[in-house]
């Protein structure tokens, strides 16, 4: 059975949390990757930014509707979603854009396990950690190329 370690990218691109959005997004754009591990100074993951957090700024701000109950007004989105759809929209650096503590995966993960976070959680790449250390990137093109192998 294969695991991640068999299929991920260990030459892994990172950018930092004070990265300039525009940057990031050159970065994959050139790199033909769709999302980067963000890394605190330590070299620790802290974050995932994807070309989703980048589309998000594209979007305009939800304005909440709101419904009338005895003479009160209730908001169908909360606050706190508006809050970060509008943080997201108005993004100049990494950490304003990226999707804090990432689900990661070990260089031991089934491919099947991987495969279903991926459906499941709609993620487009997964990092690969070891003891607290980034050691690779798996990304839906990763578990693809296993298919196209296995002809």
């Known amino acids: 059975m294969l695991k991640a370690k068999d299929i991920m990218t260990k030459n892994v691109i990172t950018v930092s949390p004070d990265m300039e959005i525009i940057n990031a997004a050159d970065l994959l754009f050139q790199h033909h990757i769709n999302g980067v591990p963000v890394l605190d100074k330590d070299g620790k993951v802290i974050g995932i930014l994807c070309q989703s957090d980048l589309i998000a700024q594209q979007k305009t701000i939800p304005i909440p509707s709101l419904f009338t109950f005895l003479d009160g007004y209730i908001p169908f989105t909360s606050l706190k979603k508006v809050e970060k759809t509008v943080q997201k929209i108005a993004a100049t650096t990494v950490a304003d854009a990226m999707t804090s503590d990432p689900v990661t995966v070990s260089p031991d993960t089934d491919i099947e396990e991987i495969a279903t976070l991926m459906v499941d959680k709609n993620f487009h790449s997964l990092p690969v950690v070891e003891q607290g250390n980034l050691v ?10 296993t298919l196209i192998s296995k002809r």
């Open 136 to 145: 690779g990137i798996i990304g839906k093109e990763d578990i693809l190329q």
